[in-house]
């Protein structure tokens, strides 16, 4: 707190708050146990909180109410894992990308991990704006044929269209979008202890959004009974 000569009482706001931003940090993040069941928003609070103990020098974001610049490319649904989870961070004061893991790393919270940090350019697009496609590695709970799977995988990729009804939050009734041109490659690998497992590739951009969900659904498997997992995401 501070006072002027006329005695007000003024809010004094820290430093870190006010300088620019010298340095943009993109850390990669895995997330997995009892964290795949964590949300989106409380993946980003658990995050500042771990940036906040590691002691950081954090940029905020101006406004009334201030919060560390921090940018996640691509929500993760809740119940994957991932080891491919991109994060920009904007710092005051430069650090060597690896001080900065040795800082950030100790303080994360079980489940999430940080995997590596680089600098970026400060003038850089926006994570959305670069986001090009998501690779997913789906696992099945219960048994299921490969040549079932891989003929149903076939049929879908040789579509010209898919027309599924996807059923939103907020929405009063299901929409139809065309599944077809958000798949870019799905296959079938059998060779992990004789069980199948599905490949997919899917566009993913700040307009368009292939869901394994989505796809898993208009195969005709319930998405509960498997083991998703997002292996990288790609940007232009």
Known sequence: MGDD???ITRLVEPESQTLQPAQRMRITLAKGGAARFISHLDVTRALERAFNRAALPLA???GFNR???LSLAAALPLG?????EIADVWLVEPLAPQNFLEQLSPMMPPG???????EVPLAAPSLQQQLAESIYVVRFMNQIDPAELEARVGSMMAAGSLIYERTRAKAKRPQPIDLRPLILDM???SREEGAPVLHLRLVHTATQTGKPDDVLAAMG???LDTYIHRTAVRLV
């Open 5 to 7: 000569d006329r005695g």
């Open 221 to 223: 498997i319930d998405p």
């Open 187 to 189: 296959r079938v690998d």
């Open 80 to 84: 994957y894992t991932s080891e491919a």
């Open 112 to 118: 999430i991990t940080v995997v590596s940090a680089a």
């Open 60 to 62: 905020y974001s101006q």
């Open 67 to 69: 919060r560390p610049r």
